[in-house]
């Protein structure tokens, strides 16, 4: 029998990537259900599915900040069955906080961390019962290190994985599964938007220094970060698609390995101040970073070797 897929924020991005990749599965072991605040803004999903419309693909509306949507959208799906819940939908923030009202930092809580918890209060109690279900929420690697000028939106995230790091635990008890998607940074109208938003920011609030660091050294290496680093949508839907398929997911998945030794530094260091250096050096003194991964390389160098040492200990 097929599982019935919901998911989140399908008019662009990622949502709309995942939609038609999760459509298209080669097995059609999936009926997908792509949701959407705003169902005029489904043009894009309608074109990308292609023949999967209608098939194993069906557009219905749904908002993450309003409650009676989201019910309304489970209760008209057969036997209100949800066998993979993927939890997409979010927004971004940037800039200095004293240049952000405590409305517009709501909204993003409302939406990223606030969505989730909704969208779960409405499906996790039938997952519980029936003894299934899997739980898919697009986080990021800013659900695990903060970065510079993403105070709010990292705030969210971190959110975010602290409360499915605790539903985890009695998630087992009920044989559901809970995984964490990180992407790094991802080519979508996301970027663009917080982009845009970040470039009409009103900075008359913020210090010279502080402006200085947004504008001239934050925003211009936006765009740069996003080409050299970046992932496509597709790609992570690509990773999600083998995470629901997999028998025994993870709870944790980073889909960007050029962006893995970043996320490893927080591992690395329990005191937490390698990873706040090391962005320091990347963003004021560029020249240091060139020492800075040679340290960082030693460091795993040692910690392989150690864990080496210790699998040979083991083995006698
Ligand atoms: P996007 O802006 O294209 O997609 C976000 C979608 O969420 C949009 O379709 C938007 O309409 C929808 N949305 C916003 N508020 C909503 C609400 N109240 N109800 C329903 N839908 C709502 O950007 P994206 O990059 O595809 O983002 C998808 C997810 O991926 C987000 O959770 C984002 O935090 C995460 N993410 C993005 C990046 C990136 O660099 N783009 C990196 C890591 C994680």
């Known amino acids: 029998t097929q599982k019935v897929v919901l998911i989140t924020g399908c008019s662009s991005g990622i949502g709309l990537a995942l939609a038609v990749r999760i459509a298209k599965d080669e097995k059609k072991r999936f009926m997908v ?11 894009a999903l309608v074109e990308a599915a292609g023949r999967t419309l209608g ?5 219905k509306q749904l908002d993450v900040c309003d409650e009676d949507s989201i019910k309304a959208c489970v209760d008209s799906l057969p036997e209100r069955r949800v066998d993979i819940l993927i939890s997409n939908a979010g927004m971004g923030l940037i800039g200095p906080i004293e240049c952000q009202s405590i409305d517009e930092m709501k909204t993003v809580m409302d939406t990223n961390f606030f969505g989730l918890v909704r969208l779960l209060k409405e499906i996790l109690p039938d997952m519980k019962r029936r003894k299934r279900g899997h739980v898919v929420v697009i986080s990021s690697v800013m659900g695990i290190q903060g970065i ?3 105070d709010v939106y990292a705030a969210s995230k971190f959110a975010v994985e602290g409360f499915c790091e605790s539903l985890a635990v009695q998630a087992l008890r009920f044989d559901l599964n809970i995984s964490l998607i990180e992407p790094g940074p991802v080519i979508t109208e996301f970027e663009r938007k917080v982009y845009d938003e970040g470039m009409k920011t009103d900075l008359s609030k913020a210090d010279r220094v502080t402006a200085d660091m947004f504008v001239n050294i934050y925003l211009k290496n936006y765009n740069q970060i996003f080409e050299s680093l970046g992932q496509s949508a597709e790609d992570v839907a690509e990773h999600t698609h083998k995470i629901i398929t997999m028998e025994n997911p993870p709870f944790r998945h980073q889909t960007n390995t050029l962006y893995t030794p970043m996320t490893t530094l927080k591992y690395a260091d329990p005191n937490g101040d390698l990873p706040i250096d090391t962005f320091y050096k990347m963003v004021f003194e560029h020249d240091k970073v060139f020492n800075a991964s040679l340290n960082f390389l030693k460091l795993l160098r040692w910690r392989s070797r150690k864990s080496f040492t210790l699998e040979k200990d083991k083995s006698g």
């Open 55 to 59: 098939r194993t693909l069906e557009l």
């Open 33 to 43: 259900y792509a949701t959407m605040r705003n169902l005029s803004k489904g043009e």
């Open 148 to 150: 510079l000028f993403n």
